[in-house]
């Protein structure tokens, strides 16, 4: 059975459209900077369409585990139509909010029912981030991943690309209705095992909510249906197939990323001496009370919990299943666990659809109901919106006129990211570094490029770290470095917060 079109879902569906267009026209993504930045680099640096490409931030050929399939694409179209990298990407943003919002559509239809599916582009949009906040404007959560309107740079990352192809993937195994199960045809089996691959290519770390999902499935139809032995197997399959297709992908090592799991400093606890470096990235155990704190970031999307319990009772306890698998993980020893508290968003989301249409056919009390958790929603995205739109984007557009094309800036971690997204040089330490380049030395030159911009330190010192990374120049952000010393090298540049100096001339 299909979901019918509903004007409902048309037209918020276009709304939608139209307020991410006008949000990149403001340049939202680019005013909240580090992730965006990366994928700048990743997308120019990919249409030169060099084999194997060189790293997107730093010097030489590291791997990048962002060089999966998505970003390749949009690179290469990018290259083949003359587009900036960053036109290139809002373009993905488009086009991936909209599939983004049919395929929820679709596995809405399917997992809560064809009537709920017309309030999918609004539970979509409008139920994920957190709650309004009683005291105004607030920034948007630190990871990526949110489908919210207000998170506008989210829907051209990888990881979002990596959501609709679970999507499809869910699509493709669900069965029409709810509550049934049927033998997958073999074209459905063989595209989701390919859709498998490429989820976990572009985006390996959303490979483990895929298999969260699917675990969340194979129990619920082991619970509630008459077993198809075939399907199951293929079920269970599947996040193997995907990881053995997508370890064929060529621009990066995949199986390389399970060493992050033998890196000692990953498995500190927050709070200790090895944690506060800075190449922590935190895969320690989070303690209960920690957890269910923080699932105050559910927001309004918590509501669909409470669908999730319908649809249980009444045998259909996949969207349950596959929420609470999604919060184990967030406590999990595994890389970036936070970020599966945001995964656990997308079941709340869909079965939110049928809280929705329920209540929206009880009357004014339901209908209210449904109104004031949309609203509280709309509410929490412009919150997020005023203040994303109060910052000013960084203008470092002076480094590209200034340097040559194999310049390599030294400067703090969030300015560089900047200076390789928004200049295309490349830069000693940038925020954030991805777990190959933490396998690379990344701690190393985040202490160096520290080391390099503190009072105090000798010039035999500074010089070494000059030529380990063979820097050419050194930018200072001077409002974000407040009381810093001056270099002892010749300025090319002093205006606007930040003063570049040319590293390469003796000293002055």
């Known amino acids: ?79 083949w139509t003359g587009t900036s990298p960053r036109v290139a990407l809002y373009v993905a943003g488009l086009v991936g909010m909209l599939a983004f919002v049919l395929t929820f559509r679709a596995v809405a239809a399917r997992a809560v029912g064809p009537p709920a599916a017309r309030w999918s582009a609004l539970a979509a949009l409008l139920l994920s981030g957190p709650w309004p906040s009683p005291h105004g404007a ?49 074209w459905r089996a ?76 990953l498995w500190e606890p927050p709070g200790s001496p090895a944690a506060s470096g800075p190449a922590y990235m935190g895969m320690a155990v989070v303690p209960w009370g920690a957890l269910l704190a923080s699932l105050r970031s559910l927001g309004p999307a918590a509501a669909g919990l409470a669908w999730c319990i319908v649809l249980a009772a009444r045998r259909q306890p996949f969207l349950l299943l596959w929420a609470g698998f999604d919060l184990l993980l967030a406590a999990a020893p595994v890389p970036f666990h936070q970020r599966f508290l945001i995964f656990a968003v997308l079941p709340l989301q869909v079965a939110a659809t049928g809280l929705l249409e329920t209540a929206w056919k009880r009357g004014v009390a339901g209908r209210g109901l449904a109104v004031g958790l949309l609203a509280a929603g709309a ?67 985040m202490n160096d490029a520290r080391r390099f911009l503190s009072w105090g330190t000798p010039e035999d010192e500074r010089r070494a770290i000059i030529e380990r990374w063979r820097v050419t120049h050194v930018l200072v952000d001077t409002l974000r470095m407040q009381g810093s010393e001056p270099l002892p090298y010749p300025k090319l540049y002093e205006g606007g917060g930040y003063v570049l100096y040319d590293v390469r001339a003796p000293r002055r």
């Open 138 to 186: 607030m920034p948007g959560p630190g990871w990526p991943g949110t489908t919210s309107i207000a998170d506008t740079q989210n829907f051209f990352f990888p990881q979002h690309a990596g959501l609709v192809l679970l999507l499809v993937l869910l699509v493709l195994v669900l069965p029409p209705r709810p509550g049934t199960a049927s033998p997958l045809p073999a």
């Open 379 to 445: 509410v929490s995205a412009g919150e997020r919106l005023a203040w994303t739109l109060d910052r000013e984007p960084p203008r470092v557009d002076f480094v590209s006129r200034l340097t040559l094309n194999g310049a390599v800036v030294l400067s703090d971690p969030t300015t560089s990211s900047a200076v390789a997204g928004l200049t295309g040089r490349k830069v000693v330490a940038p925020d954030g570094p991805d777990v190959f380049l933490v396998m690379a030395g990344g701690w190393q030159r």
């Open 1 to 79: 059975m299909k979901a019918r079109p509903d004007p409902l879902f048309a037209l918020s569906t276009a709304l939608g459209l139209v307020v991410l267009a006008w949000l990149y026209h403001e340049d939202t993504p680019v005013r909240l900077g580090l992730d965006t930045f990366h994928h700048l680099a990743s997308v120019r640096e990919l249409a030169r369409g060099e084999f194997p490409p060189r790293h997107n931030l730093v010097e030489g050929h590291v791997p990048q585990g962002h060089y999966g399939p998505y970003l390749v694409a949009v690179a290469t179209i990018a290259h």
């Open 190 to 265: 063989a595209a989701a095992v390919a859709v498998a691959g490429l989820l976990v290519a572009s985006h390996p770390l959303t490979g483990l909510p895929l298999a969260a999902a699917l675990a969340a499935l194979l129990i619920s139809e082991l619970l509630t249906v008459r077993p198809h032995p075939p399907r199951l197997i293929l079920i269970a399959a599947l996040p193997s197939l995907g990881v053995a297709v997508a370890a064929l992908w060529p621009y990066y090592p995949l199986l390389q990323l399970l060493k992050a799991f033998t890196m000692p400093q």
